[in-house]
């Protein structure tokens, strides 16, 4: 038993796998136990489970199985994840429970089964049975069988799908084993309780014995529907209606319902598709051509022999149809019309809507058939159109039929009308609508009265189906001009009339009369209301047929009810009181009777009273008697005919007058007012209209006839009768009074026509005020109908038009004002949901009646021939005439004939011009045509689409704009319907499937409901989500979460379920994802307020209503409301709309009320209670890559307790505009509520988490407006982020640093860096450790750039967990693939380095070398002196040591800003500063400014300036030559400073303008004060690096943007080149940029001079001209080996790359030969080995031969110039300057440098270089002999050189001397300035020297013939680079001659106080002893700066310094002593102000 006792001791879920089975039992027997104890379905305790459950039902010992099979039964009913285990335990129990012996394992595995179809996981268990059903085991078949039988009886075929198992049925039947055999029987009968005879067919080709055992079976079968018996955990308030049901059995209505529920299943889904195209004899097209007709009949035999099959394949079928079309037309043997016409009926049956597209063809030709008498052609016929009606729509053939029945041929009018009959009775009041019935009524009307009888039987018979489909109210305004006994007649009809939709129509009439009893047919109207209100409204005098009793519903709520999707509709509301009063007229006697009974007898007498008083009198009596009556009582008509009785409306006293009108308006509002009655007075009212007096009171009138007989019918009456009569006032007050009367009563049902036309007469009126008038009516018709209106008034006159168009154009962006009449007649004055919808139509209706011509006999046979002629010349010549056709006629009539099939061949051309053309008549042809072309869209539409997958881009943009076009004109019902969309997207072609899927994802999200076709794109979508092509795959996903929006997540997921398990899980995946992003459904136009107030609100604008929005969502349509009705349409009872009204009247009520409260409620120890349930693994852990459905539903059920009910709503609506109002709300909660906030301030993070897998930029943006405030709060509370908080939510805001969107970026580390202060730095850092471990590049380069800053600004203790681990981590990332990444990581290690200094290096560890060398790169570029940062220890709450040195000049707000704008400062990117302007104002400090300051900055200044003062009395000592005489400071300085100077040039490179531009101002003012400039050392490449990324940014976005005022670029531009220009002044700075970024530099400078752009600007030229000085500045001032090594470089790029400009490589070329040209002075100081290195490695790519064959010979030539001068320069020892070339011998330089050397020397025979050695004592032999000119060339050459300087000068100081009259200026001439200069003064010392007129003064201890070496040194120092380039030592006098500039510079501005440059500059080195150093140097110097200084004026020698060249400031006390003065004075200033 020991073995026992070990294994007792482990848990639950280790004994079930043990390998002992009597530990699996007791581990079963525990698990059982437990599963039945666990009460929440979410524990975390079942997901141990997931990976065990398969184990429990395959256990291997048969006692522990029967356990373990209970336990899974256990576990699949109670666990909430058991949905995933489907797969595996239901082929478990399939595989290995199924053939156990025992019966109770089979039980308990058919119960498993049963459970997972219960947890909606049918699907893939029957996947598994039917798996089974192949295995080879029978036991195992026959339980599979059963179980499929079990499944079916109790679910009912509605989950069991049956399409597969029928597949099965007939091979169970043949099977081997009487077992199967038997159960496959049971099965079937089963079956048959479901589906009934549509089983019969797939069943007919079993064995005949057992088809007749079956038959025998079904016939025992009860009658009764079967009833679902167990139900789906969705379907549980299913269960419990049933149950209640019962419970009250008897009810008639519950046995409604439930037949109701019965799916009819469709025979045809269940069959096999044949294709019979490959079928057809080979030779049938030869044979239907054939003359015997004995043969035609063959070949139809063999078509209708295959077209028996009852399901075909989908092919083109076109050809076929066309011949049987032709039979049927055109062949003389009716035996053959009539096979034919069965053959095309056969067809449409097989193909059902997939004919719908060949329907328009043959619709024509069959109904001109019907000519035939014979009754079996005619039955054929008949049977044929029927049959091809049920393919399409009678929207589709309305066009054809309806041209059919003007035919001459009795016969075939008749056959019409009754094929229309029997249409109509397949119709339903949505596809039904007014549009359809006007044409066909006013057709019908003409049947009616025609000769023959049996054409007027069958159109009574028509329009009797009409009346009862689409209701009396739709019907009637047709039929106004119909006798009573026809009318009569036609009703009979519609009672005898038998609608297909028969059964349902009762069961939905009787459940909506029950509960609607009282209140009129509120349901009555459904979706088809807006129709039908629409053609009740429609104007036209009609007389209305008696009116509906407010009763119960009218008969037309029958099919209105039942078959239409959309939801109920409130239409049916107006149906008691908005229809219309219908009287005859009256004759005056009955009216005077009538009156007298209600009104008093005086009032009648003195109504034609002669006296005008007595008739006033009489008015005000009628007018108390009218206010007093009750409207049922008011004999309107009596009364208006009282008034207008004499004097009537010719009455002349204008206060009566306005009385009378006054009652008129009266009488329409209280009354039952008719249109009768109204025409009794409209007349005087119009005539009344324009009258001064009575004007206002007539058009009162006018209004309230139009609200009592609707607007369209008052007004077309009123202004027919205006335009009538002469009067110009009456007709434009009456166009006046139209005008506003639409604005109120909305534009609903106004015959646009009828107005057009008068409003065309009006336009043309002699009298101003009339066409006025005519064009205000024009323009508020425009504001609802739109451009169409100014088609009809484009042949106006010009001056008239433009007048519209100004109209029209102020119109322009308004919207409709909402009707505030004509609606008070609708019961409980809700709103009118017709009156909206019609808006979106009356477009589209105007469009309807413009006047369109037939192209169709313009495309003749012979046109099209030509388009498909073989010649493209040809095919062309036809386009281009169909593109002149349709052009002339503008609008089209939608017959055109074979057009369409020759334009679709033409969509394949393979002349791709050709195509082109093709589709932009295809565009012209949808403008033209309208909204008819929807008959168009299958034959053409649907083949554009595939051109959408052609190769050229081009091609595929014409595609888009095309099917655009189209879809305009069709709307997307047309496009979704069938299969030929899932089929496009079905091909493999990914630019098909791109196109497709994005022009999907712009449609579908504008749609309210789509038809359930789209379905069949779902799995050819799964497959381009996993498409090789990464664009399909993106399209793909974005167009994911607007396919759910209309299939809802359900039938997505279900339709995973054929996917491989991989894809499976990754689609699943992202409908997740998708499920989180997927918009609302958009709302329809109405406006639901108006609708709440009372008659149940139409459920189509309530997706809330109970599951109707489930089902519209399944069987969504078109975004139009004509659409067909789900079957829970009939089911839906009148409850659930008013269910729907409730939800929606709701937060109406209560929004007030609701919203005043807290919105976060505080709930003791909640936050606490939450911790320990994540600790206690009781909740979810907050950790997850995508958000999951339970995370969210956790997190709902959470935050129920503490958050208001009405902001949760808010927070997890499905839609993102809701997530921004809770944002909104939360922000202006955030002051008043920080209790609240904080403490649910887990729940709101972790909400806000959510929000960053929002793809919504705007709900991302408000989440991190509110994150900066929350945090920002939250510090200001010192509140410290809980681990929980933290944990929870800071891994995920690190995801977002990784955004593409720069704004977003920088907001998220602006909060990151805020975090910083409620939660300890050094936790941060282990989270942004991890976020560098992503594979975001961004991400990772972010993350990386932050660890650098909190480095920099906690000093290293923030590393975790040690710092040489996390450098070991950083480090890594310098080998990253992206550069981006390896910058950051570099900037990062050297910022630590910066920190940390040399001790990084063995921090980090080993770095592979190529790493090594691009750090110690980096950190030599940085080029900082380490010094230890303050390290402030990460504290809970950061306290910022202040550190006085750097922030000095900061603004100081507390320690928690100040860290945060520290941090701030060292992002290195400028663009994530917060608070720029907390950047420290060294660079800006002004003495001038601080004086005026009065304290308002604590500025600690004065403090450092303090100790340094005294050493500006000390004597002046020069030190010694070994210290630096760079100031002491500058060290601290530099340090400090270095942060915020790499803080303002990362500002330089920044994206915005503006920082861009104050960045580079603030360099600027450094760079022009010389004491600062120094402070930039060290930092020029950096500066450069930003520039040219600057210069970069300007010339790729900046300039392209169209959007950018182009002076802001100048501005730039100027800024950029002043700061370089100061920048190239400074020598000693110019000099340290390197190869490297010079090369960059040159390459952006002279690509900006090439810009053709910039020459455009208004500056341009400016700008140009500015580069070409500062390019001049960067040759001479930069290191003359770096910018030589930089333009060779450049040059063999700009060659080598083809894309450069021949003028780009040239300028390079003219900065070398401008190079060349300084080569004499500049030689010495140039590593010459790196530069003919760099030539070297240019011949070694340019060989001479290459080189030649260069367009342009300048190349070769600058090539050789350079080198010829080097070696005329160097002599022959410029061969020892190849070390750096590794081998010699290859190198074709050596050899091209030995040429020239030879041929200089044969030429000069080295005479040169034996005169350079000698002496000056030559120089008169010399003169003697040779020419002047050598002789000065020789000198100046000695001058040049580095050795020789200083003899040089001494011999032409000798030789000017002798030669007074010399002249050397053509030397000086080709020198640079600073030369020119430098001799000048070189012979102006000398001159002082020998003159010994100038003497050093003593206290500097140098020597005179120290001081004369110096001085050279001097010149070269600030020319040009010293000897360090070549590695040589640099010596003391180099310093030394540095301390002297820098001397200089103090001393030499005693001149003039003002120019000084602020304080700090003069007293950071108060140390540096005055200088002694030559005048002239500045003045030169000063010569130089002079264009871009202004500061420095020229100091003229003379006024400046009266004593020698080598004079000293100490010579002149006074003036130093006043500059101190002067200094201290200032001082004191500052100090007292500061008190």
Request: charged letters at 30%; proline letters at 4%; aromatic letters at 6%.
């Amino acid at each position: 038993m020991g073995d026992d006792s070990e294994w007792m001791k482990l848990p639950i879920d280790q004994k079930c796998e043990h390998k002992l089975w009597k530990a699996r039992l007791n581990g079963y027997e525990e698990a059982l136990k437990l599963f039945q104890k666990i009460d929440d379905e979410k524990s975390p305790e079942w997901s141990k489970y997931l990976g065990l459950v398969k184990k429990f039902v395959t256990d291997s010992n048969a006692v522990a199985q029967l356990k373990g099979l209970e336990a899974a039964l256990a576990y699949v009913e109670n666990a909430h994840v058991a949905g995933k285990t489907t797969g595996e335990v239901a082929s478990g129990v399939v595989n290995k429970v199924f053939n156990q012996p025992k019966a109770r394992a089979k039980e308990l595995g058919v119960d498993i089964c049963l459970m997972y179809i219960e947890i909606e996981k049918g699907e893939a268990v029957q996947e598994e049975l039917l798996k089974g059903l192949d295995n080879k085991n029978p036991k195992i078949i026959v339980a599979c069988i059963e179980t499929l039988r079990k499944a079916l009886s109790e679910f009912g075929s509605k989950i069991i799908v049956l399409k597969p198992i029928i597949k099965v049925l007939p091979k169970l039947f043949e099977s081997r084993e009487k077992a199967v055999r038997d159960e496959a029987k049971l099965l079937a009968v089963e079956m048959y309780r479901w589906i009934r005879d549509a089983l019969r067919s797939p069943l007919q080709n079993i064995n005949s014995v057992q088809l007749k055992e079956l038959e025998e079976e079904w016939i025992k079968v009860s009658s009764a529907a079967p009833k679902q018996t167990r139900f789906l955990r969705s379907q549980q308030e299913l269960k419990a209606n049933v149950e209640q049901q019962q419970a009250a059995r008897g009810d008639e209505d519950g046995g409604d319902n439930e037949e109701e529920k019965v799916p009819q299943v469709d025979v045809y889904e269940l069959l096999e598709a044949v294709d019979i195209l490959s079928k057809l004899p080979k030779d049938f097209y030869e044979k239907i051509e054939a003359k015997k007709w004995q043969e035609r009949k063959e070949a139809l035999e063999a078509v209708e022999l295959l077209v028996k099959n009852p399901k075909l394949e989908s092919g083109d079928y076109a050809d076929l149809v066309k011949v049987l079309k032709k039979v049927v037309g055109k062949d003389t043997n009716v035996m053959l019309v009539a096979l034919a016409a069965k053959c095309l009926a056969g067809l449409a049956y097989g193909l059902r809507k997939k004919f719908g597209q060949y329907a328009g063809h043959v619709v024509p030709t069959i109904l001109e058939k019907f000519k035939e008498k014979k009754p079996q052609v005619v039955q054929a016929l008949q049977e044929a159109i029927d049959a091809i009606f049920l393919t399409t729509t009678l929207q589709n053939i309305s066009e054809d039929v309806l041209a059919v029945m003007d035919n001459k041929n009795p016969t075939v009018k008749q056959q019409t009308s009754l094929f229309i009959a029997r249409s109509f009775r397949h119709c339903t009041p949505s596809t039904l609508p007014k549009s359809l019935l006007k044409p066909f009524c006013a057709a019908l009307l003409k049947h009616i009265n025609d000769s023959a009888p049996e054409v007027r039987d069958a159109g009574f018979e028509a329009l009797g189906t009409a009346l009862k489909v689409a209701g009396e109210k739709a019907v009637n305004p047709f039929l106004a001009d119909v006798d009573k006994l026809k009318l009569d007649r036609i009703k009979e009809c519609a009672e005898k009339v038998e609608l297909v939709s028969g059964k349902k129509d009762g069961a939905a009439e009787k459940k909506e009369g029950k509960p609607v009893a009282g209140k009129a047919p509120a349901l009555s109207g459904s979706a088809g209301e807006k129709d039908i209100k629409d053609s009740a409204a429609k104007p036209g005098p009609q007389k209305k047929a008696p009116a509906v009793k407010p009763g119960g519903p009218p008969k037309k709520g029958k099919p209105a009810a039942a078959a239409s999707t959309g939801g109920t509709g409130a239409k049916g509301k107006k149906g008691p009181e908005a229809k219309e009063i219908f009287e005859s007229e009256l004759s005056i006697e009955v009216c005077e009777e009538k009156a007298a009974a209600v009104l008093p007898a005086s009032c009648i007498q003195q109504l034609d009273s002669g006296n005008w008083k007595e008739r006033l009198a009489s008015m005000e009596e009628f007018q108390k008697a009218v206010e007093l009556m009750e409207r049922s009582e008011m004999p309107c008509q009596a009364l208006v005919r009282m008034l207008a009785k004499k004097p009537g409306w010719k009455e002349t006293n204008f206060q009566v007058m306005q009385m009378k009108l006054h009652i008129v308006a009266l009488i329409a509002q209280k009354g039952n007012f008719s249109k009768t009655s109204a025409q009794v007075v409209l007349d005087g009212l119009v005539d009344k209209v324009g009258d001064v007096k009575c004007g206002s009171n007539a058009k009162e009138a006018m209004t309230a006839i139009a609200e009592a007989c609707q607007l369209p019918w008052t007004a077309e009456q009123v202004v027919a009768m205006a335009f009538s009569q002469k009067n110009p006032k009456n007709q434009s007050e009456t166009l006046n009074w139209l005008s506003s009367a639409i604005k109120e009563f909305g534009f609903s049902g106004l015959n646009v026509k009828a107005f057009i036309n008068n409003v065309k007469t009006a336009l043309a009126a002699t009298n101003p005020a009339v066409r006025t008038s005519a064009i205000t009516l024009l323009g508020v018709m425009y504001l609802y109908v739109g451009p169409p209106l100014r088609m009809f008034f484009e042949d106006e006159k010009p001056a008239l038009l433009s007048q519209i168009d100004a109209e029209f154009e102020k119109m322009q962006g308004q919207t409709a004002p909402a009707p505030t009449r004509g609606i008070s007649r609708n019961s409980g004055g809700s709103g009118d949901d017709g009156e909206e919808e019609e808006q979106e139509d009356v477009g589209n209706d105007v469009v309807d009646l413009l006047p369109r011509a037939d192209i169709g006999d313009k495309i003749t046979a012979e046109l099209v021939a030509k388009i498909g002629d073989k010649n493209w010349k040809m095919r062309k010549e036809g386009l281009d005439e169909v593109t002149s056709i349709i052009n002339d006629a503008k609008f089209i009539q939608p017959n055109i004939g074979e057009l369409p099939a020759a334009l679709k061949s033409r969509l394949n051309d393979s002349n791709k011009i050709l195509v082109q053309q093709t589709l932009s008549i295809l565009q012209q042809l949808a403008t033209a045509m309208g909204p008819n072309i929807k008959q168009h869209v299958k034959n053409l539409g649907i083949p554009v689409i595939t051109v959408l997958g052609d190769s050229k881009n081009n091609v595929r943009a014409a595609a888009l704009a095309t099917v655009n076009a189209w879809a305009e004109q069709t709307g997307m019902k047309e496009w979704l319907e069938g299969e030929d969309l899932s089929e496009e997207l079905k091909k493999e072609n990914p630019f098909l499937r791109q196109e497709l899927l994005g022009w999907l994802a712009d449609k579908l999200p504008t749609l309210r409901s789509v038809p359930s076709d789209l379905l069949l794109c779902v799995p050819h979508l799964y497959s381009c989500l996993e498409d090789r092509n990464g664009d399909v795959r993106k399209k793909a996903q974005d167009a994911l979460p607007f396919f759910m929006m209309h299939l809802g997540f359900e039938k997505m997921a279900k339709a995973t379920g054929k996917l491989k398990p991989t894809s499976k899980d990754q689609v699943l995946a992202m409908l997740e994802k998708a499920k989180a992003n997927m918009p609302a459904k958009p709302a329809p136009p109405a406006k639901a307020s108006s609708r709440v107030g009372g008659g149940a609100a139409s459920a189509k604008f309530q997706p809330t209503s109970g599951n109707l929005s489930k089902d519209s969502g399944s069987n969504t349509m078109e975004s139009k409301p004509d659409s067909k009705k789900a079957k829970v349409g009939g089911t839906s009872s009148k409850t659930k709309g008013v269910q729907g009204k409730k939800i929606l009247n709701k937060p109406t009520l209560k929004e007030d009320d609701d919203k005043s409260g807290p919105i976060f409620i505080i709930v003791p120890n909640g936050k606490e209670q939450r911790m320990k349930d994540e600790k206690g693994l009781k909740v979810l852990k907050w950790n997850f890559t995508t958000p999951r459905d339970e995370y969210i539903e956790q997190l709902k059920t959470q935050m129920s307790s503490c958050v208001a009910k009405w902001l949760q709503d808010e927070m997890f609506h499905a839609d993102f505009q809701h997530h921004n109002k809770a944002l909104t709300v939360m922000i202006e909660h955030l002051e008043n509520e920080k209790d609240g906030v904080i403490s649910c301030l887990d729940l709101i993070l972790k909400w806000l988490t959510l929000r960053f897998f929002d793809t919504n930029t705007s709900v991302l943006m408000k989440t991190l407006e509110y994150l900066k405030l929350l945090f920002n709060m939250l510090s200001q509370e010192e509140y410290h982020l809980t681990e929980n908080e933290a944990s929870s939510f800071i891994p995920y805001l690190i995801i977002k640093v990784g955004e593409p969107k720069d704004v977003i970026r920088k907001d998220v580390r602006a909060i990151l860096n805020r975090m910083c202060l409620i939660y300890p730095a050094s936790k941060m850092f282990t989270f942004i450790m991890e976020g560098t471990k992503s594979k975001n590049s961004k991400q990772r380069a972010e993350c990386l750039e932050e660890l650098g800053c909190l480095v920099e600004s906690y000093g290293m203790n923030v590393c975790q967990p040690t710092p040489g681990k996390a450098l070991k981590e950083m480090a890594t990332h310098i080998g990253d693939r992206d550069n981006t990444v390896r910058n950051a990581a570099l900037n990062t290690i050297v910022t630590v380095y910066n920190v940390h200094g040399d001790q990084v290096f063995k921090l980090i560890g080993n770095l592979s070398e190529k790493d090594m060398s691009m750090l110690e790169e980096r950190i030599k570029r940085s080029a900082k002196r380490p010094s230890a940062a303050p390290v402030r220890q990460a504290e809970e709450k950061p306290q910022r040591i202040q550190n006085i040195s750097a922030n000095a000049s900061m603004l100081r707000k507390g320690p928690a800003e100040d860290m945060s704008s520290k941090l701030n400062q060292n992002r290195n990117m400028g663009s994530h500063s917060e608070t720029a302007h907390t950047v420290p104002r060294e660079f800006q400090l002004d003495l001038d400014e601080i004086e005026n300051d009065n304290g308002t900055v604590k500025c600690e200044m004065p403090a450092l300036v303090q100790h340094k003062l005294d050493d500006i009395f000390e004597p002046v000592l020069i030190p010694e030559p070994k210290i630096r005489a760079v100031s002491p400071h500058f060290d601290d300085m530099h340090s400090n400073t270095a942060s915020t100077i790499n803080f303002v040039i990362s500002q330089v490179a920044s994206g915005d303008i503006n920082t861009s531009i104050q960045a580079l101002a603030q360099i600027d003012e450094v760079f022009r004060q010389e004491d600062k400039a120094e402070a930039m050392s060290g930092h020029i490449d950096q500066f450069l690096i930003a520039t040219f990324m600057q210069l970069r940014l300007i010339y790729n976005t900046h300039m392209a943007d169209e959007k950018l005022d182009k002076d802001e670029i100048v501005k730039l531009y100027s800024c950029i080149i002043g700061s370089m220009i100061s920048l190239f002044q400074i020598e000693s700075l110019a000099r340290e940029a390197s190869t490297g970024v010079l090369k960059d530099l040159m390459h952006g400078l002279i690509t900006l001079m090439l810009d053709s752009r910039v020459e455009d600007l208004e500056e341009g030229e400016q700008v140009i001209r500015s580069v070409n000085l500062l390019v001049v500045k960067v040759l001479e001032k930069s290191d003359q080996t770096n910018i030589l090594s930089a333009l060779l470089v450049l040059l063999q790029d700009s060659l080598l790359a083809t894309a450069s400009s021949p003028k780009f490589s040239e300028l390079v070329m003219k900065c070398l030969w401008r190079m060349v040209r300084l080569l004499p002075e500049t030689i010495n100081s140039i590593n010459l080995d790196r530069i003919l290195l760099d030539i070297h490695i240019f011949m070694k790519v340019f060989p001479k031969e290459k080189l030649k064959q260069c367009k342009s010979e300048f190349p070769i030539r600058t090539l050789k110039t350079l080198l010829h001068t080097l070696c005329k320069l160097k002599g022959p020892k410029i061969l020892d300057h190849l070390t750096m070339i590794e081998n010699k011998n290859e190198s074709e330089l050596e050899a091209h440098l030995c040429r020239v050397m030879k041929h200089s020397m044969d030429q000069s025979g080295s005479k040169a270089d034996k005169d350079t050695e000698k002496g000056a004592s030559r120089i008169e032999e010399k003169a003697s002999k040779a020419k002047v000119n050598d002789i000065l060339a020789e000198i100046f050459k000695k001058i040049g050189s580095k050795e020789n300087t200083k003899e040089g000068l001494a011999e032409l100081y000798e030789y000017k001397k002798k030669y007074s009259d010399a002249d050397i200026e053509p030397f000086l001439k080709n020198s640079s300035q600073f030369f020119q200069s430098y001799v000048e003064r070189g012979l102006r010392l000398i001159e002082m020297e020998r003159e010994g007129k100038g003497r050093i003064a003593s206290s500097t201890g140098i020597s005179p013939q120290m001081e004369g070496t110096c001085v050279p040194v001097s010149t070269h120092t600030v020319s040009s680079s010293i000897g360090n380039t070549n590695g040589e030592e640099v010596g003391p006098s180099v310093y030394l001659e540095r301390l002297k500039i820098l001397r200089q510079r103090c001393g030499l501005d005693n001149a003039k106080q003002e120019d000084r440059p602020p304080l700090t500059s003069l007293l950071s080195k108060p140390a540096v002893p005055t200088v002694a150093s030559s005048t002239d140097m500045l003045h030169s110097k000063l010569s130089q700066l002079r264009e871009s200084r202004e500061q420095y004026q020229h100091l003229d020698l003379d006024s400046n310094q009266t004593h020698s060249g080598i004079g000293t400031t100490t010579a002149s006390p006074s003036s130093a002593a006043a500059n101190i003065d002067d200094l201290k004075k200032r001082l004191e200033r500052i100090k007292s102000s500061r008190k």
